[in-house]
């Protein structure tokens, strides 16, 4: 069976590539200003249903959304069968095929594919997609749903939802009557798995106070709204900037990104969060999550991803113990080089922890090693993982006390309760929730944990960011050759000092990040290593810290 070309031609057509632009399918997958994606989404189209053909009609996801970014950016990722990334060796693909400049080269393109990856065009094909609430995702989707029809796919529709319902979804359609079924391959699926186990969770304890939930005015609030008829009266949700229809909204000086970079409360939450009052933002697809408290003095505290880690790990690993397993069921915990000193000390003391460089593959690969894999981005990304011989020993174990009974069984809501597919804001909440309900800690007593060390993120602009080449988990240069001694000298001076720099895959920056032992400290360790890198890398004058000018 050959490619059909002449559909693909006349539809490829109507969705030419602008001339003088490159595309990159990075660790976001495609992301960019919207007005220029339409191109790239058509043959995204193309691209899932060959991905689904080259795994045997499996169903491939794409989700049309660019997280955090402004309202004006939009992007597409693929999602594997299991509801994971794409596979890395289908990124450059994805490159290829979006840099062609004209419908015959897209066509070559195709044909040099299904060659090189052995596709057998006569499988069936199967895509299923969503976006977003931003404006711009409406029509991207028809340029998809366009790509679809060419190579004669079956596409699905699931509408506008989030990120993590997306890749769930994937899952459940993949493992339908399979002793993996991951769920009803529904929205609604979604809602009754996390909300059965997080009412079970909590069956003896006390309902929480009310959490308010920024949606950074984007598709959690939606999604949300919805959790909340399904978790009735279990949790009191407070939803606020749930403004999807504003234009200008989106992730505008609220949600998961936002507190996270700026340290502080949005502005729009300002009256609305008591002190004391627990609250969490979500990011623009909903797939991070950030928690915050103030407290009696009105003073903002987050807790971040590193806080989470920190929460479930401590949790999950008592659970294990109590229900007798621990010889059986081993749990570790990954993170970045952007983990807080402090964190990585916490869980050292109580579980193996392992680095790994930036990017959700990454975290989620070593986390697949453990029997329980925990990991989380200090940005508010992560899930935890349990692997499918330890989802075997949770069913067939036999406790001997009624102890080890209850934790087996909090053990087993937990794996209903986790989206494991993927970091997903609503599940780990639910989890957070889960876990605060248990230890009856409040925002503080669980911030008390551990004590962030101060620290300072720094972006400086180079002539070139890929000169900049990292080793050992990002933790150390090897280019520019020399660097890193300049910033290992430096280092030394300052008490609890740590800094490392990398390039950042989702702008064209490098970044430096430094902790020590007090403010001032850090910011200054940041504005010298980010000026040792100015001048050894050909920074741009516009960035160069101003502190050392
Ligand atoms: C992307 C990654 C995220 C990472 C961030 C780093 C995925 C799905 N997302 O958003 O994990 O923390 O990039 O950005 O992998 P940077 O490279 O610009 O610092
Ligand atoms: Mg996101």
Redesign the pocket.
Known sequence: MALPVDSIRALSDLHPKPSNLKFQYG??GFRTVAHVLDSVLFRVGVLAALRSKKLDGKTIGVMVTA?HNPEQDNGVKLVDPRGE?LEASWEIHATALSNAQTTDEFIGELEKLVQTSKIDLSKPARVVYARDTRPSGAALVSSLEDGIKAIGAEGRNAGVTTTPVLHYLVRAINTKGTKESYGEDSEEGYFLKLSTAFKKLVSTRQTPSALVIDCANGVGAPIAERLIEYLGNSLPLVLENASITTPGALNNSCGADYVKTTQKLPPSLAGRLQPGQRGCSLDGDADRLMYFYLDERNQFHMLDGDKIAALVSAFIVELVKTSGLDSQIKVGVVQTAYANGASTKYLSERLPVKCVP????HLHHAAEHYNIGIYF?A?G?GTVLFSQPTQDVLQSYEPSTPAQSTALEHLRNLNQLINQTVGDALSDMLLVEVVLAHKAYSGAEWDSLYVDLPNRLVKVVVADRNQVKTEDAERRLVSPVGLQEKINDLVRRYDGGRSFVRP????DVV?VYAEASNKAQSDELAFRVAGLVYDECGGNPASRPKEFL
């Open positions: 660790t976001a997280s990334m930036t990017g959700v593959k981005e940005n990304h950042s895959g989702t702008e970044r």
